[in-house]
């Protein structure tokens, strides 16, 4: 422990020119001004001259004292700090001090340097050494050569190799939110095992995440874990679906989401490794794994990561904020996503011809002749939004044009129809039927700017009250 | 030169942090046994005794053989065991 002396400590390093420069005060402050404590982060013969000097070979009592800069110059009274500065200030030094001469032949002021105990890598291994981390997860200790293996061999993996969660990553990645890595975000099916903050992080450095991703990862995983959006039968169920993540807001820039070119696809490591973090917590917290208590006949690949960000035009009201968030926030939908289907439409150029085109592609979600199961993403890439646009459709209007286009006459949809078994009950042969549930069609921008494409994003064929219902949560930043 | 490193457990805790070692069977009767030999001296001589009172036993019993001791089983030596026998035997010393 670093003992808090009645007097004054300096903290320097003899790589630092001002902590050269105020070394030769430093016998005279002792003398005239003590006691004086001098901790050097480099050299042990530092201050030499003061008897109570030390090496700060481990850099405790600098991390204790909370440096940030060399040379600090701390005034303690009764075990307690009563001031400090940084650097060279002469006024400083000679109030801290009470001499008023100190330094009378040097410049009124240089600037410090960095104290060794903020260089990179270092903080956290201090901080797990000395401080109080709060970290509650199990220490596992291994002797394998390869880390990144030892994860394999205890199925901490989907598939692809993750970061091993080192104590010092993990802390790292803490960082990035201000939460207590105890609290619990919430209980983790199909175990229904407590998930804490540390394990969002343990998971979210294994997934590859940056620190400052971790508001997102736990927006998501606080929306995937409402009752509505009903994870326990998504990671169960035999169809194909796993939960994807729509971010909207200023954190998708802050963060470099993608929301242009390929951003359905791979590359961008915000978007891969946010959706990624919430599937591995899935996995590890949860236990949901494929072959065991995840029974799907086929999957899709995004369940191992589908995650983007909507490419907001002011032209266009985006998802969030049609779903409540205010302007200017942040926020993450989840949806019970399958795979992408695209749409090739390059010949429409006006709004009635385009949204007859996304009618009919959007019919095919689960099955033509099915209604009112499956939700749907619509993604509008920004050539074919400009369709839109510039008729002067809104979103809204899109939807609402779409919403009617897509009702049928049930006796096209029942089952038989067609000579096709599959269809809808018998009962609605002689009703009107519309494709999708009330609220069950979304609609986002996104995509690079040359194309005249868009796509379909079937949604879970158990959607609704009945299975998975989307759900939207503000990024706290 | 191995060095212990530190993780922190992904995972719900539910499970014991050092993974517990498969079952024994009860009984090897139907069971196919592999001995494998690492091609250490003499090492033939233990299994050969092995094969015989497993035989005696009515344990169909597979041999298998490294091309060496000094490095670990080709993989597809690995895999054709695993594939073909309910348990191992390995000599691991002369």
């Known amino acids: 422990m670093t003992a808090l002396p009645h007097g004054l400590i300096v903290i320097a390093k003899r790589d630092c020119p001002t902590c050269q420069l105020i070394e030769p005060l430093l016998a005279d402050i002792d003398r005239r001004s003590g006691p004086l404590t001098v901790y050097s982060q480099d050299d042990p013969g530092f201050g030499s001259e003061v008897r109570d000097s030390h090496y700060d070979n481990s850099l405790e009592h600098s991390f204790r004292l909370n440096a940030e800069f060399v040379p600090t110059l701390i005034r303690m009274e009764n075990g307690k700090e009563v001031e400090r500065t940084y650097g060279w200030h002469r006024e400083d030094w000679q109030r801290l001090t009470g001499l008023d001469d100190l330094g009378a032949d040097l410049p009124l002021m240089r600037p410090g340097c960095g104290s060794k105990t903020l260089e990179p890598g270092v903080a956290e291994k201090l901080e797990l050494k000395f401080g109080d981390t709060r970290l509650g997860a199990r220490s596992i200790e291994t002797d394998a050569d390869d880390l990144i293996e030892a994860c394999y061999e205890r199925g901490w993996s989907d598939g692809l190799p993750v970061v091993p969660p080192t104590p010092e990553r993990v802390l790292r990645m803490l960082k990035g939110t201000d939460r207590d890595p105890a609290e619990e975000v919430g209980l983790v099916p199909p175990d229904l095992a407590p998930c804490t903050v540390e394990k969002v992080a343990i998971n979210a450095v294994m997934a590859g995440c940056k620190p400052e991703y971790m508001p997102v990862v736990l927006a998501a995983l606080e929306a995937a874990l409402t009752d509505e959006f009903g994870l326990h039968g998504l990671l169960c169920t035999t169809m194909f679906a796993g939960p994807m993540i729509i971010a909207n807001g ?122 009112m199961a499956g939700d749907a993403v619509l993604v509008v890439s920004p050539e074919h939004s400009r369709v839109f646009i510039e008729a002067g459709w809104s979103k809204a209007r899109l939807l609402e044009e779409l919403e009617s286009l897509l009702k049928f006459p049930g006796e096209e949809m029942v089952a038989g129809a067609g000579g096709i078994a599959e269809g809808i009950p018998e009962q609605f042969r002689d009703k009107t039927v519309s494709k999708f549930r009330p609220g069950g069609l979304l609609i986002v921008r996104a995509g690079g700017t040359a194309g005249l494409f868009s796509a379909v994003i079937a949604g879970w064929a158990a959607s609704g009250p009945v299975g998975s219902t989307s759900v939207t949560r503000e990024v706290k930043v | 030169m191995t060095q212990t490193n530190v993780m922190l457990d992904p995972t719900g805790e539910l499970s014991p942090a050092i993974r517990a070692r498969l079952a024994r069977p009860d009984s090897l009767a139907g069971k196919t046994v592999g001995l494998l030999d690492i091609s250490k001296p003499r090492g033939d001589v233990f299994l050969d005794r092995l094969e015989e009172r497993l035989t005696a036993m009515e344990v169909t019993v597979k041999r298998y053989r490294k091309p060496t001791f000094t490095r670990v089983a080709p993989t597809e030596l690995k895999q054709q065991i695993a594939g073909e026998v309910d348990l191992v035997v390995e000599g691991l010393a002369d």
């Open chain 1, 250 to 371: 200023p954190v998708t820039k802050a963060i470099g989401m993608n929301s242009g070119g390929n951003a359905l696809g791979q590359g961008n490591r915000a978007n891969a490794t946010i959706g990624r973090a919430l599937q591995l917590i899935v996995r590890n917290v949860g236990g949901g794994r494929p072959g065991e208590i995840d029974r799907a006949t086929l999957g899709t690949p995004g369940k191992y990561t589908f995650c983007f960000a909507e490419a907001e035009d002011s032209e266009w009201m985006p998802l969030a904020q049609e779903r409540g968030i205010a302007a200017g926030r942040s926020a993450v939908t989840l949806f019970a996503a399958e795979g992408v289907q695209g749409i090739v439409d390059q010949k429409s150029r006006d709004p009635e011809s385009l949204a007859k085109s996304f009618a009919l592609a959007l019919r095919a979600v689960d099955h033509p002749k099915m209604a």
